[in-house]
């Protein structure tokens, strides 16, 4: 993954959007702190987070339970798969 990959991702996680990447970037193996702040205290902030996952079927099942998480607080009914 390359610094222009995370930077880009920043932008989008700044501006409110659930953001996955395929690949788990250095800074989250040494840092406890800055991974829990990107992976979930962030969205408290700005609404977006970064989630990480190498596993393709993982990566769809999180979009699909995030966007059922926000369905469920818009209070609309649930989606047919």
Do not use: C, W
Request: aromatic share 12%; charged share 20%.
């Amino acid at each position: 993954m390359s610094e222009k990959a995370i930077t880009i991702g920043f932008y989008f996680v700044a501006s409110g959007i659930y953001t996955i990447f395929g690949a788990t970037p250095f800074a989250t193996l040494g840092s406890k702190n800055l991974t829990d702040y990107l992976t979930s205290e962030i969205e408290g902030i700005t609404g977006g987070r970064f989630e990480f996952a190498d596993d393709p079927i993982k990566m769809a099942q999180l979009m699909i339970a995030h966007i059922d998480k926000k369905r469920k607080a818009l209070n609309l009914k649930p989606a047919m798969y």
